[in-house]
Antibody, heavy 122, light 108 residues
Framework: QVQLQESGPGLVRASETLSLTCTVS????????WSWVRQPPGEGLEYIGY???????NYNPSLKSRVTVSLDTSKNQFSLKLISVTAADTAVYYC????????????????WGQGSLVTVSS | SYVLTQPPSVSVAPGQTARITCGGN??????VHWYQEKPGQAPVLVVY???DRPSGIPERFSGSNSGNTATLTISRVEAGDEADYYC???????????FGTGTKVTVL
């Protein structure tokens, strides 16, 4: 069974860059999208973006200008970079695997990391 | 962008049935998935593709989807079902993933 684990600094200064890494074990990178989702304290879930094993990416339009997701298959890792952070970026950040489903239309997040709280300080 | 609307809260007595709705424009044409999130834990997929259950999820969890509303039904509710529940769809037009606003289920 695939397992995902986030790692990275828990505190980032405002205007700097948030960087997180997700390590994947027990599964293959091929055939899935590898994504990031965040949840501000007391709020709902927000999709950030994904990367396919081919390297293609997709980002939430509200974050697109500040987000980069990259992949290192040799290390079984994918990463998130979010530049120019503000207090509004304080959240628990989850990495998650997207399962396409047989038809390709039933795309859901079927495995999640435990989450990493990142606080943006002023 | 596509919007999914859920009631903020649902309360249910143990042993009864909880129904959580997820409203969206013509959501019946989309594949809807549901997640359970308990405090301090990662979300867990409990229903996918409108009505299928991942392995290990009790049969008490079921889903339906038609018209402008999808519904997650929890039968014979237990104290351990108390959690936040989110619906989610993939918007094929934009290739974006949309979550509902979330519903807090309280077991009385």
């Amino acid at each position: 069974q695939v397992q995902l684990q986030e790692s990275g600094p828990g505190l980032v200064r405002a205007s700097e860059t948030l960087s997180l890494t997700c390590t994947v074990s027990g599964g293959s990178f091929t055939g899935y999208y590898w994504s990031w989702v965040r949840q501000p304290p007391g709020e709902g879930l927000e999709y950030i973006g994904y990367i396919y094993y081919s390297g293609s990416t997709n980002y939430n339009p509200s974050l697109k200008s500040r987000v980069t997701v990259s992949l290192d298959t040799s290390k079984n890792q994918f990463s998130l970079k979010l530049i120019s952070v503000t207090a509004a970026d304080t959240a628990v950040y989850y990495c998650a695997r997207v399962n396409f489903g047989g038809s390709g239309y039933a795309r859901r997040f079927d495995s999640w990391g435990q989450g990493s709280l990142v606080t943006v300080s002023s | 962008s596509y919007v999914l609307t859920q009631p903020p809260s649902v309360s249910v007595a143990p042993g009864q049935t909880a129904r959580i709705t997820c409203g969206g424009n013509n959501i019946g044409s989309k594949s809807v998935h549901w997640y359970q999130e308990k405090p301090g834990q990662a979300p867990v997929l409990v229903v996918y593709d409108n009505s299928d259950r991942p392995s290990g999820i009790p049969e008490r969890f079921s889903g339906s989807n038609s018209g402008n509303t999808a519904t997650l039904t929890i039968s014979r509710v237990e104290a351990g079902d108390e959690a936040d529940y989110y619906c989610q769809v993939w918007d094929s037009r934009t290739d974006h993933y949309v979550f509902g606003t979330g519903t807090k289920v309280t077991v009385l």
